[in-house]
């Protein structure tokens, strides 16, 4: 008598089976993945912000010029350029470490850069709200009012609530990261 030969595939049912556990898998890991990031792009953005301001300050006293960094109206892009002619300046999207005029397009994050305590507004310049003015001398410019800091609060494009803040202090352009303040506007 012969035996029985050897498999040579999978049934249906096994194969809903298989494809069945997958998708409920699938199901429970997509949605934690988000939360895996926590807010590593928020971090990225505020590395990119913090680089951009001792970049701008570096070019600010070799160069003997003032150096604007600004975020852009919808909060998408980041620039550092010389002040003047700060809106003409033909950025560059590469890296390099000799580029006076570079910017920045954020992932996934949007920043907006807050109104003084004194409820000074956030004056807008063709499409750029100034984050910083570094100058010459190695200090940043404070032109909002009597708040001599500035705050950039930076959310996941397309969420409404704030994850971290940049704070920036005016006079010495040291920068702090922290959570940002519930009740912070938009």
Known sequence: MKGRSARAGFTLIEMMAVVAVLALLAVILIPSLDAMYGDTRQKGAADQI?????????????????????????????????????????????????????????????????????????PSENGWVTVAVALADGTCRADRGSNPNFTVVLKDAGQEKPGLQVSIRALTGQTRIGPAKTGASQ
């Open 50 to 122: 913090r680089g951009e301001l001792a970049a701008a300050r570096a070019w600010a006293m070799e160069d003997g010029v003032p150096y604007r960094v600004a975020v852009s109206e919808d909060g998408t892009k980041i620039r550092r350029a010389p002040e003047e002619g700060f809106a003409d300046a033909a950025p560059t999207t590469e890296f390099s470490a000799s580029a006076r005029c570079v910017e920045y397009t954020f992932d996934k994050v949007t920043a907006s850069v807050q109104p003084g305590t004194d409820g000074t507004p956030v």
